[in-house]
């Protein structure tokens, strides 16, 4: 009933982890394996080591969203043959979120994830606080085309780009598919800030953060539904998912898979929870598979 797939990757549900809120370790894939989602994310993974930005890199709001900028931290290229054979232990499809500051980063990172047998990459094409990396690429449609060309060529895995919150978000996306990509995933965190009024000064260290959480669910939906009525593309849809009731508004607007990132630090019932949900909700319909109703919504 709640079978999907995506990317080639065929799934038991559509509920995944988001890249970045655990995941560089493997005993951070254990937990997530634990709380039952169908497919596991890394954290994203650049060549080199990354320490990331100095503390605070991490601000609840009072909207119940959360801001961040960690910067990438991840402990570089090596962990990625741990991590698939954590994944094949756990007997769960790993997504490995690869990160790069170039085109070659980006490809040898790709050689490096197929020689480990990792089941698909996400290239991260849209953190808005990693400065060279993420969004500074992704905002920018011909360099899309040419990285994602070029792992193309390189990777005997499915490659899904990873897409944040542009005015040329579906340009972006149009060129990923143009150049090969399997699956478009949207979105990343919001470009963000948050000011103390006491120190007066910005919050984090890094001045500007991502927004996350539920104040950037409907932005989510937005851009997912764009783009699945442009290209009717296979998305998976992430933002502020913390309920069967999210998870089933971004289906509607076109995703067939999602990714729970934020929702994850508060609750750790979270899949359970969103699965039992979504099966009432077809029972409800009188559906017998969930994707009856992808893209329904979409006119
Ligand atoms: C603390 C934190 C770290 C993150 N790290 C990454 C990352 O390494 N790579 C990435 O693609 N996205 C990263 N993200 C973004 C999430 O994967 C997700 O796209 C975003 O948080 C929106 O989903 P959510 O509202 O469910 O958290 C991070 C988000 C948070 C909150």
Redesign the pocket.
């Known amino acids: 009933m709640l079978e999907t797939s995506i990317a080639g990757l065929r799934l038991k549900h559509p509920v995944m982890?988001?890249?970045?809120?655990l995941?560089?370790e493997p005993e951070h894939l254990e937990i997530l394996a634990k709380q039952g989602f169908s497919a596991l994310?890394?954290?994203?993974i650049t060549l080199n080591p990354r320490e990331g930005y100095p503390p605070p890199?991490?601000v609840e709001l009072r909207n119940n969203?959360?801001l961040?900028a960690?910067g990438?931290?991840?402990p570089g290229a090596r962990v990625i043959p741990v991590l698939a054979r954590k994944a094949r232990e756990l007997s769960k499809p790993l997504i490995l979120?690869i990160?790069g500051s170039s085109v070659e980063e980006f490809v040898k990172l790709a050689e490096l994830a197929s020689e480990a047998g990792v089941d698909a990459v996400?290239l991260?094409l849209?953190?808005p606080h990693a400065e060279g990396y993420?969004l500074e690429l992704g905002s920018d449609p011909m360099l899309v085309y040419r990285i994602v060309k070029d792992v193309v060529s390189v990777a005997s895995l499915p490659v899904i780009a990873?897409l944040?919150l542009t005015d040329r978000v579906i340009e972006s996306a149009g060129k990923a598919l143009e150049a090969g990509v399997k699956a478009l995933?949207l979105?990343?965190?919001?470009k963000a800030m948050s000011i103390d009024v006491y120190t007066l000064k910005p919050v984090l260290s890094n001045k500007y953060g991502?927004?996350?959480?539920?104040p950037?669910?409907p932005i989510?939906v937005r851009v997912v539904y764009d783009v699945y009525r442009e290209y009717r593309a296979e998305i998976i849809g992430?933002?502020?998912?913390?309920s069967w009731m999210d998870v089933a508004e971004l289906m509607l607007a076109g995703a067939r898979a999602v990714?729970?990132?934020?929702?994850?630090?508060w609750n750790e019932n979270i899949v359970d929870e969103i699965l039992s949900g979504l099966h009432k909700w077809l029972i409800d319909l009188g559906y017998n598979s969930l994707m009856d109703l992808v893209g329904i919504a979409v006119m």
């Open positions: 982890n988001a890249s970045g809120i995941g560089s994310v890394s954290k994203t890199i991490i969203g959360l961040n960690v990438l931290a991840n979120s990160g996400e991260n849209s953190c993420g990873k944040g995933t979105i990343n965190t919001v991502g927004l996350s959480g539920p950037i669910h989510a992430v933002g502020g998912v913390s990714q729970v990132g934020t929702a994850l630090i």
